[in-house]
């Protein structure tokens, strides 16, 4: 079955151009002109069909042995390739170099975005840390007045004890007092000289329990005034208590409120970042293309050198091209290679 592709067109291209090289347009010699494609099955016919016009009873030779004709096309033929491809190579060349400076420019924004964000999360990050701090400061003093708190607690509630046992000793001093005045009052029928004895040492006994009576009095007036001294301080503590409990929940508060700038910041960082892969895509996409048309181009290079050595310039400025090219290459590996160590020292550490 004959293959789809070969028309007859291109046989009659090609047998000129085996016919210019000074060779005999076989079916063989043809079907290498067209780049070893087509099965001969397919080529035959036409390369016959060619041969009847062209070098047929009535054709024109010239003194080369071609027809005029065909000497004309084939010129022909050879400058518009020639033409073509110089097209061809400046036109993609020039397409190449745009896109390229196209991706560099948005890598450059990219990068110059991407350290932005950076020193505003570096920025928000050491605010936070700060912000913790302050918040484990004021935790640690708010548990050092709570222990000092419970501690006047304590004091207080031993104060109210001391209080409460100081007035069971007046108590049991009241009872005494009234034992030995009734003491006093059953001995006073007594003789004239002990009950003067007896009320002296009653009286000296009585005056000594007034001056104790009125020492435990301005001890308890101490305590219960060190005891206000206490509460009013005991309030202080309480109000303060309540002061930094209104600072905490302020921070909590002010940290809440930074938590969703830095997320949004960390999702700008990552949209940024995938923008940055998918213009590298681009860009990778771009020189895959551009291989591509350098494949084709070589092919195309490789049929016009049987034609004429005049192509050599052609190959040439292939070549230059091709440094030109290694050259964009080698520079978008170093940028990329710079960008990936910037991004690794500054990426946070776990």
């Given at each position: 079955?004959?293959?789809?592709?070969?028309?007859?067109?291109?046989?009659?291209?090609?047998?000129?151009?085996?016919?210019?090289?000074?060779?005999?347009?076989?079916?063989?010699?043809?079907?290498?002109?067209?780049?070893?494609?087509?099965?001969?099955?397919?080529?035959?016919?036409?390369?016959?069909?060619?041969?009847?016009?062209?070098?047929?009873?009535?054709?024109?030779?010239?003194?080369?042995?071609?027809?005029?004709?065909?000497?004309?096309?084939?010129?022909?033929?050879?400058?518009?390739?020639?033409?073509?491809?110089?097209?061809?190579?400046?036109?993609?060349?020039?397409?190449?170099?745009?896109?390229?400076?196209?991706?560099?420019?948005?890598?450059?924004?990219?990068?110059?975005?991407?350290?932005?964000?950076?020193?505003?999360?570096?920025?928000?990050?050491?605010?936070?840390?700060?912000?913790?701090?302050?918040?484990?400061q004021l935790k640690e003093e708010h548990h050092f007045?709570?222990?000092?708190?419970?501690?006047?607690?304590?004091?207080?509630?031993?104060?109210?004890?001391?209080?409460?046992?100081?007035?069971?000793?007046?108590?049991?001093?009241?009872?005494?007092?009234?034992?030995?005045?009734?003491?006093?009052?059953?001995?006073?029928?007594?003789?004239?000289?002990?009950?003067?004895?007896?009320?002296?040492?009653?009286?000296?006994?009585?005056?000594?329990?007034?001056q104790d009576n009125a020492q435990l009095q301005q001890?308890?007036?101490?305590?219960?005034?060190?005891?206000?001294?206490?509460?009013?301080?005991?309030?202080?503590?309480?109000?303060?208590?309540?002061?930094?409990?209104?600072?905490?929940?302020?921070?909590?508060?002010?940290?809440?409120?930074?938590?969703?700038?830095r997320d949004q910041f960390e999702y700008q960082y990552?949209?940024?970042?995938?923008?940055?892969?998918?213009?590298?895509?681009?860009?990778?996409?771009?020189?895959?293309?551009?291989?591509?048309?350098?494949?084709?181009?070589?092919?195309?290079?490789?049929?016009?050198?049987?034609?004429?050595?005049?192509?050599?310039?052609?190959?040439?400025?292939?070549?230059?091209?091709?440094?030109?090219?290694?050259?964009?290459?080698?520079?978008?590996?170093?940028?990329?290679?710079?960008?990936?160590?910037?991004?690794?020292?500054?990426?946070?550490?776990?």
């Amino acid at each position: 079955m004959a293959r789809a592709g070969i028309l007859y067109s291109d046989v009659m291209k090609a047998a000129q151009i085996v016919a210019a090289d000074g060779r005999n347009p076989t079916v063989d010699n043809v079907r290498e002109a067209l780049g070893s494609t087509g099965s001969k099955s397919t080529i035959a016919p036409l390369l016959k069909r060619w041969k009847e016009e062209f070098q047929g009873p009535g054709a024109v030779k010239t003194e080369g042995g071609l027809p005029a004709e065909l000497m004309e096309a084939m010129r022909g033929v050879y400058h518009k390739q020639q033409r073509d491809v110089a097209q061809q190579l400046e036109q993609a060349m020039q397409e190449s170099r745009i896109e390229l400076d196209a991706a560099l420019e948005k890598l450059k924004k990219t990068e110059a975005e991407r350290l932005k964000l950076t020193e505003v999360r570096t920025a928000l990050t050491q605010e936070l840390r700060a912000t913790q701090q302050a918040l484990a400061q004021l935790k640690e003093e708010h548990h050092f007045r709570a222990v000092t708190l419970a501690s006047l607690h304590s004091d207080n509630a031993g104060l109210t004890q001391r209080l409460a046992d100081r007035g069971e000793e007046i108590a049991a001093l009241n009872r005494q007092l009234a034992q030995v005045r009734s003491q006093f009052d059953h001995y006073q029928e007594a003789s004239a000289a002990q009950r003067s004895e007896e009320r002296q040492s009653q009286q000296q006994q009585l005056s000594r329990l007034e001056q104790d009576n009125a020492q435990l009095q301005q001890r308890l007036q101490g305590q219960q005034a060190t005891l206000v001294q206490q509460d009013m301080r005991l309030a202080q503590l309480q109000a303060e208590q309540q002061r930094l409990e209104h600072s905490a929940a302020a921070d909590r508060e002010a940290l809440a409120t930074v938590r969703p700038e830095r997320d949004q910041f960390e999702y700008q960082y990552g949209q940024a970042a995938a923008s940055a892969d998918a213009l590298l895509a681009k860009l990778e996409a771009a020189m895959l293309a551009l291989n591509e048309s350098k494949v084709a181009l070589a092919t195309q290079d490789r049929q016009l050198a049987m034609l004429a050595d005049k192509t050599e310039a052609g190959l040439q400025r292939t070549r230059q091209l091709e440094q030109e090219r290694d050259t964009l290459l080698r520079e978008h590996a170093g940028m990329a290679a710079r960008l990936a160590l910037q991004e690794e020292r500054q990426a946070p550490k776990k």
